[in-house]
């Protein structure tokens, strides 16, 4: 079984900065890619940011270009999520998720994702 841990969320000022963190436990074979969705109350779940390991692209939000850069480690199963100048409009619960498998994939559609995270609240104050 696949379990995702996120960790870093918190309460920060506008302007300020967090590191999200994501560590895969659970399977011995690499993902195809991962990445963070975020979700305020009353809203469906959007997606920030992407990465695909192999070649290393990756993919944000219009909302997050600039501001967040998307990281992380295929071998050591980790990703993050650097988060800059922050704006109340983005406080949510923020989800670290995986795609396993083989073929092509919407990495900005959450039904591509096979794993989910249990979420870490982030809240940004103005």
């Known amino acids: 079984q696949v379990q995702l841990v996120e960790s870093g969320g918190g309460l920060v000022q506008a302007g300020g900065s967090l590191r999200l963190s994501c560590a895969v436990s659970?399977?011995?074979?690499?993902?195809?890619?991962m990445g963070w969705f975020r979700q305020a109350p009353g809203n469906d779940r959007d997606f920030v940011a992407a990465?695909?390991?192999?070649?290393?692209?990756?993919y944000y939000a219009d909302s997050v270009k600039g501001r967040f850069t998307i990281s992380g480690d295929n071998a050591r199963k980790t990703v993050y999520l650097q988060m800059n100048s922050l704006k109340p409009d983005d406080t949510g619960v923020y989800y670290c998720?995986?795609?396993?498998?083989?073929?092509?994939?919407?990495?900005?559609?959450?039904?591509?994702?096979?794993?989910w995270g249990q979420g870490t609240q982030v809240t940004v104050s103005s």
């Open positions: 990465i695909r390991w192999s070649g290393g692209s990756t």
């Open positions: 659970g399977r011995t074979f690499s993902s195809y890619a």
């Open positions: 998720a995986a795609v396993y498998g083989f073929g092509v994939f919407d990495l900005l559609d959450p039904r591509a994702y096979n794993y």
